[in-house]
């Protein structure tokens, strides 16, 4: 594994160095330096120092400029304007540089610095609830952000924290207890099924909700044993834990064939749900109590907040334990928070939640804070998401008005992208498999890059006629680009991808090529902001500036000179090699055909 310094970052330091011989009194100075289109890079950071230094800006600039040697790196620099610095660099230095990262299985990109330990909470089922399509933005946004952080170098634990206890329990169990073949599965011969699918648990789990629903509505006796059987759930009665188990075991069949379609890996150990955290419960709310974090009001536990307040002005707490001694949501988070700084040893925690959480998610992390938990070593941030509208730019809902269930639209998403991928397989020779499994990668990384390329905080709507499509900003567009190269490199036959820095540039591969460069801080970026939108823009953007380089520059036909075609292979090659690791960041993968 070999780490390659950017252009943009050697030449950075190139004029930091200048800077600093010009004034040596001003100890390290940061020259602002950023892409431009009036040349390669240009350098901001002068104007803010000559003013500080009282020096015209100008003439400061010309003494840099006088500093900073021409020939290898930097090709040409001048000063522009009031004080800028516009640089170009050389086309051997940009080619160098891509032939460091070809050598690399990881690119060039470095590592972090510092690496921590980022626990990162995303993909939240409830247990015995069906999963709709408002649980696909933490699923799909959570799992990018663990590719991203664990390719940066951060030790990344998944936790999963799944809905498994509260008071509806006592009803579900009742009934079970009541029916206890309910969640049998059986064929027709009356045998036991080796292999549950996940639509047939979750009809089973449906089923049995809405009778133990319409009974629970209906029968007061029942209801009333369903009340008590809450009670026997927590105290941790041995036959009711077992029939509660069971509810967990059969939704844990459903979660897993979703995650599956959605191209998701989810492991056991890493699912750690509600019932997780119980035997923690009465320590937590004690140490908060003891500490004076927490009083009592009425007989609950809460916290108080100064800048929180309910609509009549009055102060809206955190309620830790209710007056009847119950625990809410509170003292779960913050129990999950003890376990995973404690015992996990995070110095993150990051969770993927619906931004309509933010207000107790805010006051869970300062109760946290408040209680030493958190500090300046360990820190907790919500990636806060917003909501999948339908083309109407309400909630995306079925034309009945009820939630769409996740399944669906990923089964939808699968079929439409099915149909643009046959409808081009004869001219790229698909068979009827690859046709299917291209159709399924298509489909599910339609539904991906189309959450992914906005940007979390962000509403966006679901429309699959445009998240298939092959133009515009769409997975499709860049997984099209990515088996385009494919294909122009099975072509060149016996030619292979050679860097040739002693060549000229023209300007499509000079932008290709300074665009390649920048992957390794665009990732360092993305991971620091937790901002997997910022990967997929530059995808798209990479995918546009080879779609140029591609029209302006032959690689294949007509057949340029030796040299030249094998410098344009390497282009080529390298775009595809970041193209699929981009994306494969994003949980989204690149067909070889398409």
Request: glycine share 8%; net charge negative; proline share 4%.
């Amino acid at each position: 594994m070999a780490s390659v310094p950017s252009l943009a970052s050697s030449v950075n330091q190139r004029v930091a160095d200048a800077l600093a011989s010009a004034l040596p009194d001003a100890g390290a100075s940061d020259p602002l330096l950023r892409r431009s289109d009036r040349a390669d890079f240009q350098a901001n950071g002068i104007l803010a120092l000559a003013k500080k230094a009282k020096a015209n800006p100008r003439e400061l600039a010309t003494t840099v400029v006088e500093g900073i040697e021409t020939g290898g790196l930097i090709q040409e620099i001048e000063v522009s304007g009031p004080g800028f610095l516009n640089i170009t660099i050389t086309d051997r230095a940009i080619i160098e540089t891509l032939a460091g990262r070809a050598a690399d299985d990881r690119l060039g990109v470095p590592l972090a610095a510092r690496p921590g330990t980022t626990v990162i909470d995303y993909a939240q089922p409830n247990v015995a609830k069906e999963m709709h399509v408002g649980h696909l933005r933490s699923a799909v946004i959570g799992a990018a952000m663990v590719e991203i952080l664990e390719f940066t170098g951060e030790k990344v634990v998944r936790r999963h924290h799944i809905g498994d206890w509260g008071t509806q329990f006592g009803m579900l169990i009742q009934y079970l207890l009541e029916h206890p073949h309910e969640l049998d599965h059986k064929a027709e011969d009356g045998a036991e099924v080796a292999e549950v699918s996940g639509e047939e648990a979750m009809s089973n789990l449906n089923r049995l909700y809405k009778a133990s629903r319409t009974l629970f509505d209906s029968d007061e006796e029942f209801k009333t044993r369903a009340r008590a059987r809450v009670v026997d759930l927590q105290a941790g009665e041995p036959q009711t834990l077992a029939l509660w188990q069971r509810f967990v075991d059969e939704s844990k069949i459903y979660f897993y064939s979703v995650f599956n379609k959605l191209d998701m890996d989810i492991q056991d150990p890493d699912v750690i749900g509600e019932s997780g955290y119980n035997d923690m419960l009465t320590e937590t709310c004690k140490l908060l109590e003891d500490s004076g974090v927490a009083v009592r009001s009425n007989g609950a536990l809460c916290v108080f907040f100064d800048d929180v307040k309910g609509p009549d002005g009055n102060p809206t707490p955190l309620i830790v334990q209710k007056s009847d001694g119950g625990f809410g949501y509170a003292a779960t988070d913050l129990s999950a928070i003890r376990d995973r700084v404690g015992v996990l040893g995070a110095t993150t925690l990051l969770y993927v939640v619906d931004a309509r959480q933010s207000l107790h998610f805010k006051m869970v992390f300062e109760t946290a804070r408040r209680a030493g938990w958190l500090n300046e070593d360990t820190k907790a941030v919500q990636l806060a998401f917003g909501t999948v509208l339908g083309k109407d730019g309400k909630p995306f809902k079925t034309r009945e008005g009820e939630t769409v269930r996740l399944v669906d639209l990923l089964d939808e998403a699968v079929e439409r992208a099915t149909a643009v991928v046959r409808d081009k397989a004869d001219k790229v020779g698909l068979t009827e498999a690859e046709i299917v499994e291209n159709g399924r990668y298509v489909g599910i990384g339609a539904v991906k890059y189309a959450d992914l390329s906005t940007s979390a905080a962000r509403d966006y709507k679901f429309d699959l006629d445009q998240m298939v499509s092959l133009n515009g900003d769409t997975s499709v567009y860049l997984q099209y680009a990515y088996a385009r190269i494919g294909s122009i490199l099975r072509r060149a036959g016996d030619r292979k991808p050679v860097a040739h820095p002693e060549l000229e540039l023209a300007p499509a591969e000079r932008a290709l090529g300074l665009h390649l460069d920048h992957f390794g801080e665009l990732l360092a970026e993305a991971a620091a902001e937790y901002a997997p939108h910022k990967v997929a823009a530059y995808l798209y953007q990479l995918s546009s500036l080879f779609t140029t380089f591609y029209d302006q520059c032959p690689v294949v036909r007509p057949e340029p000179e030796l040299v030249v075609g094998e410098n344009r292979l390497f282009l080529c090659d390298l775009t595809a090699r970041t193209l699929s690791k981009g994306m494969s960041l994003l949980g989204i993968r690149t067909p070889e055909k398409l």
